[in-house]
C-alpha cells in the first residue's frame, strides 16, 4: 500500500495534472477562449482528494507512522500562521500588479464564475487544504523522513516538489511559485506539531486570493 501511494503521489498525479493542462489549452483553442464548465472539474477534484487521503492514510498505518492533525496554537504560531498568510498574499497581490498572466496560464479556467461554481468551489478549496496538507506535509514528508535519515529539510524540499508538481494543472510557472509556498506550509505544521494551522493557512489562502484577485486573474488572462 505505501508503495501504492507514492506511485500515486510522486509519479501519477503529476502525470495527470500535465495531461489536464493540455486537455485543457486544447480545449481554450477549439473554443477561441472560452471558459470551460468549473462544477465538473471541482467535484472530480474533491473526489480525487478524498481517494487519495484514504489511501495515504491507509499507507501510514501499514508503516506505523502517526500523523499528528491538532496543531499548538500558541500566540507564536498563530502569529507566524497570520504573518504567512499576509506575506503570501502580498507576494499574490505584486504578481498580479506588475505581471501579466502568460498565454500558459490556466488559472481562469479553475476560478469560480457562477454563485453556485463558488458555494462548490469553496468545498473544492477546504477538501484541497486538508487533504493536500495531510497527503503532502503528513504521510509523505514521514516517509521521506523515514528515508532521508530524518534531515527535516530534505525531507520537505522533495515533499514540497512534489506537491508542486501535482498543480501541474496551473502550468509550468506555477509549478516554480508553489515550491516555497509548500515550505512554508512545511515551517508552519513543524512550528505548531500538527497539521491543523497549515491546513487553516491554505484554505484561507486559496479562498481570499479568489476574493481578492479572482477577476483580476480572469480579465489579464483573457
Given at each position: 500500500m505505501s508503495l501504492l501511494f507514492l506511485i500515486i503521489v510522486v509519479?501519477?498525479?503529476?502525470?495527470?495534472?500535465?495531461?489536464s493542462y493540455q486537455n485543457i489549452k486544447k480545449l481554450e483553442a477549439m473554443n477561441e477562449g472560452a471558459l470551460l464548465a468549473k462544477t465538473p472539474i471541482y467535484l472530480q477534484s474533491i473526489a480525487m482528494q478524498v481517494i487519495i487521503s484514504i489511501i495515504a492514510f491507509v499507507?501510514?498505518?501499514?508503516e506505523h507512522i502517526n500523523i499528528q492533525i491538532r496543531s499548538t496554537?500558541?500566540?507564536w504560531s498563530l502569529l507566524a500562521g497570520l504573518l504567512f498568510l499576509v506575506l503570501a498574499l502580498s507576494l499574490a497581490w505584486i504578481t498580479q500588479k506588475h505581471a501579466r498572466q502568460t498565454q500558459e496560464s490556466t488559472l481562469k479556467h479553475l476560478l469560480p464564475d457562477s454563485s453556485t461554481d463558488r458555494i462548490v468551489w469553496v468545498f473544492a478549496c477546504l477538501a484541497a487544504?486538508?487533504?493536500?496538507e495531510y497527503i503532502y506535509r503528513g504521510v509523505l514528508f514521514q516517509m521521506m523522513q523515514l528515508q532521508t535519515g530524518q534531515i527535516w529539510i530534505l525531507s520537505a524540499m522533495i515533499s514540497s516538489v512534489v506537491f508542486a508538481f501535482g498543480h501541474g494543472t496551473q502550468g509550468e510557472r506555477a509549478i516554480l511559485q508553489i515550491i516555497p509556498f509548500a515550505l512554508g506550509f512545511h515551517l508552519l505544521?513543524?512550528?505548531?506539531?500538527?497539521?491543523?494551522?497549515?491546513?487553516?493557512?491554505?484554505?484561507?489562502?486559496?479562498v481570499l486570493v479568489e476574493l481578492l484577485f479572482g477577476e483580476k486573474i480572469k480579465k489579464s488572462a483573457s
Amino acid at each position: 500500500m505505501s508503495l501504492l501511494f507514492l506511485i500515486i503521489v510522486v509519479a501519477l498525479l503529476p502525470y495527470l495534472s500535465a495531461i489536464s493542462y493540455q486537455n485543457i489549452k486544447k480545449l481554450e483553442a477549439m473554443n477561441e477562449g472560452a471558459l470551460l464548465a468549473k462544477t465538473p472539474i471541482y467535484l472530480q477534484s474533491i473526489a480525487m482528494q478524498v481517494i487519495i487521503s484514504i489511501i495515504a492514510f491507509v499507507a501510514a498505518r501499514f508503516e506505523h507512522i502517526n500523523i499528528q492533525i491538532r496543531s499548538t496554537l500558541t500566540a507564536w504560531s498563530l502569529l507566524a500562521g497570520l504573518l504567512f498568510l499576509v506575506l503570501a498574499l502580498s507576494l499574490a497581490w505584486i504578481t498580479q500588479k506588475h505581471a501579466r498572466q502568460t498565454q500558459e496560464s490556466t488559472l481562469k479556467h479553475l476560478l469560480p464564475d457562477s454563485s453556485t461554481d463558488r458555494i462548490v468551489w469553496v468545498f473544492a478549496c477546504l477538501a484541497a487544504a486538508f487533504c493536500e496538507e495531510y497527503i503532502y506535509r503528513g504521510v509523505l514528508f514521514q516517509m521521506m523522513q523515514l528515508q532521508t535519515g530524518q534531515i527535516w529539510i530534505l525531507s520537505a524540499m522533495i515533499s514540497s516538489v512534489v506537491f508542486a508538481f501535482g498543480h501541474g494543472t496551473q502550468g509550468e510557472r506555477a509549478i516554480l511559485q508553489i515550491i516555497p509556498f509548500a515550505l512554508g506550509f512545511h515551517l508552519l505544521a513543524d512550528w505548531s506539531n500538527g497539521l491543523l494551522l497549515p491546513m487553516i493557512v491554505h484554505f484561507l489562502y486559496n479562498v481570499l486570493v479568489e476574493l481578492l484577485f479572482g477577476e483580476k486573474i480572469k480579465k489579464s488572462a483573457s
